[in-house]
């Protein structure tokens, strides 16, 4: 990489993971050499002026810049490096890191007297999967192509169309992965699962999964490591209520899906149908006397839905375990849930409401058996 005398600059962007790897390598290729670090707290001149400086031991010197410095403009400093990296002392190897700009300038220079390495942030599933699989053939240590979705899928949107996973986030999930199993060489599915338990979004899917296999056991242990993250007392009954709102949102789409099947609606008809339903959000007016709903709305003007088609077409092969009768008295049992943690400040009547919620999804208790929720409060 630096070994060649006519290559004395390196310029690497994107993912940590992969800047790393080729940061290594210059130094390696380097070999001794005197380290100085520059970031955008340092002034331009003063960073010039140490690039043209010569090593008083006469060592090779590695200059990493790891933000713009400081100037006057952007322009200015790309012209005043621009200007400075085509004549550079004999000694002198410049490392450019994460610095990020269009400049035609600055790219066109970039390409002709050094090395550019630009990486992506992002993956789609796909890529992540097989990013996870190399990382740990590398490690030689065996995982199959479930256990590694699974470490991707904890960290990106469970819906939608573009399903992106950080590079970043899936390295170091994988890390942790490889910390915990030790000197064990094969990757098992709990193993997966039990480095994924701190990622607040994959328990509650995980959760709504155990919910339609009627896993009692397995959806209290989810619940409880999500309120293991609580920060604080009431961030304890914020999470509480999150659940609740998500477990309310997936037997509502089940009971639309259920009344389409019903009514004998295609899939494109019952998701066509369901797409019609817009997303709302509480809106407060300005000096914040009263909340009203309103419809969610993108950047481009248009109608937000509250079901995505492919959250439609997952539930679609989920609501023929449920009965309309049982996904009706659910959502009753969830409504009257929420409004009793809405009421109460209580940490111990909150976690009865969820329990019992959770108690009913698993059918370990009657829906019809929590009118205990309601005794308190009627509406």
């Not at 007016?285 to 439609?312: D, E, H, L, R």
Request: proline letters at 2%.
């Amino acid at each position: 990489m630096m070994k060649d005398k006519q290559v004395q600059i390196c310029w690497v962007t994107g993912n940590l993971t992969q800047r790393k790897q080729v940061i290594a390598k210059v130094k390696e290729a380097l070999g001794e050499f005197d380290l100085e670090t520059y970031t955008e707290n340092d002034l331009i001149d003063f960073v010039i002026q140490q690039i043209r400086s010569v090593s008083c031991l006469g060592n090779k010197r590695l200059i990493a810049i790891k933000g713009w410095p400081e100037a006057p403009s952007r322009a200015t400093v790309i012209k005043k490096m621009c200007k400075i990296l085509q004549h550079l002392p004999s000694d002198c190897f410049i490392l450019l890191d994460n610095l990020e700009t269009k400049s035609k300038d600055f790219n066109d220079l970039l390409k002709k007297k050094g090395r550019v390495y630009h990486f992506s942030t992002k993956a789609d599933v796909p890529t992540a999967i097989n990013i996870v699989l190399e990382r740990f053939s590398q490690e030689k240590k065996d995982i199959n192509s479930d256990c590694a979705a699974i470490l991707v899928n904890s960290i990106c949107p469970q819906f939608g169309n573009e399903r992106q996973v950080d590079v970043d986030r899936i390295m170091m999930l994988v890390k942790k992965l490889i910390l915990y199993l030790g000197s064990r060489k094969v990757v098992k599915e709990e193993d997966a699962l039990a480095v994924c338990s701190d990622e607040q979004n994959f328990i509650i899917w995980q959760l709504l999964q155990c919910l339609d296999s009627k896993d009692y056991c397995q959806s209290l242990l989810l619940v409880q490591k999500h309120l293991s993250n609580a920060s604080s007392a009431s961030n304890t009954l914020e999470l509480m209520m999150n659940i609740m709102y998500v477990i309310s949102w997936r037997y509502r789409m089940l009971i639309f899906i259920k009344e389409g099947m019903h009514k004998g609606w295609s899939e494109n008809t019952i998701i066509e149908e369901i797409g019609k339903l817009p997303k709302l959000k509480r809106v407060a007016n300005s000096m914040g006397f009263y909340i009203k709903m309103q419809i969610s709305k993108n950047a481009q003007g248009k109608t937000i839905s509250q079901f995505t088609p492919n959250a439609v077409y997952v539930g679609m092969k989920i609501a023929p375990y449920y009965s309309r009768k049982e996904l009706m008295l659910l959502i009753k049992a969830i409504n009257e849930a929420i409004v009793k943690l809405r009421a109460t400040q209580s940490y111990v009547e909150s976690l009865l409401c969820l329990d019992s919620v959770i108690l009913a999804a698993s059918r370990v208790l009657s829906p019809k058996s929590t009118s205990f929720l309601r005794a308190d409060y009627c509406y």
